[in-house]
């Protein structure tokens, strides 16, 4: 009865053991020496997206690449370019959202364990239908330039989000829209949803920009605002200075922000008064960059790269858990394998895939098996969940109770080119 199934339930079988639910671990390199005097940073290799020309003169915080002292200071390599240091508009730039996340802050953030915790926000409430939050904000906020965080700000930045002409993430656009936001006074802020949504806090780590430095901007020119080249946030470090080679920027530093410094959370524990980063075209030319003592640590080496890594002398690698998951779905709408609706075919397939045994042999130091769609550090992971064992008698015995019954393969439904060429053919002959 299931021969007409036999070999397309193989194939979804074989396909279910090369796409795997995995993490992706993300290597940090460091070193345990002590800084190197960093050196002018050589022109980036050639690239197929060349970033902006500068203008040197028109850019007062651009300066050429200098050597930095290296007394509390971290000088770290990083893969790809500076294009826009604005929270808003750095969704699909790694460099810029490492760079954004050290400058800007949200209302919220994370802890270690996945929690969302008060950042630049005190407290919040919610209402018993979940469509209202109020958040309270923390009071003795600057901005980087001296200027009092007000609900202003908060209330600014998302305006900007859901203006129609957002030129940043669609997706980040799609989500605030639907959002009402007030600044009800100084300290206090009230969202509105259309809909209860249990991780809106979690939304609200997106960094705020200053209104009083933005405010009047056309939102369509937000990406050419020089804002996004002189930022100024909240967060622990401000910008010092751009480094250029050849009219390009190839790096960034950054020093502890004095208001920062102010602040409970600043008055200790930043060993690093400055944050060097260099920018470099390639993982070949960043591991380049630190054998020759222009660098200090390498924000991320990938899986290829990790065996030429470990060669070098004084580079340690470390491991984390990358936030990517791996999911297999199965599309049920489609006719053609309309068994996969039936939930006893998909146990028996999740049976039928040695998922620890593969991520082991194929993937080991670089994956590891997932039991759930979400990451083991969110709030909303739930430990302990039961996964079906690879167990291949298992499998036969639930797919034996699925009663399948074997299905003739669907009616080729005719294109209208197709038809075209019958009906030509038949004239022909006529």
């Known amino acids: 009865m299931l021969k007409g199934l036999r070999w397309p339930f193989l194939v979804l079988v074989l396909s279910a053991g090369l796409l795997l639910l995995a993490f992706v671990t993300r290597p940090d390199a460091d070193i345990e020496s002590t800084p190197k005097t960093v050196t002018s940073a050589p022109s980036p290799a050639s690239s197929t997206d060349i970033p902006p020309q500068i203008d040197l003169q028109a850019t007062p915080a651009l300066v050429q690449s200098t050597p930095v002292s290296p007394e509390n200071v971290l000088v770290e390599a990083l893969v790809g370019q500076i294009v826009k240091l604005n929270p808003l508009l750095a969704t699909y730039n790694p460099v810029d959202r490492d760079i954004t996340s050290l400058i800007f802050e949200g209302l919220t953030t994370t802890d270690d364990y996945g929690q969302i915790i008060p950042d630049l926000a005190e407290s919040w409430s919610i209402s018993d239908d979940g469509l209202e939050y109020i958040f309270v904000l923390r009071e003795g906020i600057l901005w980087q330039d001296g200027i009092p965080f007000t609900a202003e700000d908060v209330e600014f930045t998302i305006d900007l989000i859901s203006d129609p002409h957002f030129p940043g993430a669609t997706s980040l656009h799609d989500f605030w829209r639907t959002v009402e936001v007030d600044a009800l006074d100084e300290r206090l802020v009230r969202f509105r949803l259309t809909q209860p ?31 996004n080249l002189a930022p100024i946030g909240t967060g622990p470090y401000q910008i010092e200075t751009l480094t250029a080679s050849n009219g390009q920027i190839d790096g960034i530093q950054l020093r502890v922000a004095p208001v920062y410094r102010q602040r409970p959370e ?5 060993l690093l008064d400055r944050i060097v980063f260099r920018t470099y075209a390639t993982a070949e030319a960043a591991l380049e960059a630190y054998h020759r003592g222009e660098v200090n640590s390498i924000s991320y080496i ?45 146990m028996a397939l999740a049976h039928a895939v040695d998922r620890v045994g593969l991520v082991n042999q194929h993937l080991a130091g670089r994956a590891i098996p997932a039991d759930s769609p979400l990451l083991l550090n969110s709030w909303a992971y739930a430990p302990g969940m039961v996964w079906p064992a690879y167990d291949l008698a298992q499998a036969q015995a639930v797919l034996a109770t699925a009663n399948l019954t074997t299905q003739e393969p669907p009616t080729p439904v005719p294109t209208a080119e197709a038809t075209e060429e019958s009906t030509s053919e038949g004239t022909a002959e006529a």
């Open 266 to 270: 600043g008055a200790q524990g930043y």
């Open 197 to 227: 949504l249990a991780s809106f806090a979690d939304q609200l780590r997106i960094g705020i920009v200053p209104a009083h430095v933005l405010k009047g901007v056309d939102v369509a020119q937000l990406g050419q605002h020089p804002f």
């Open 302 to 346: 990938s899986p290829e790269q990790q065996a030429v890594a470990r060669q070098l002398p004084g580079l340690s690698l470390y491991t984390g858990i990358q936030p990517h998951v791996g999911v297999l779905i199965y599309n049920w709408k489609r006719d053609e394998i309309a068994f996969m609706r039936n939930p006893r075919v998909r």
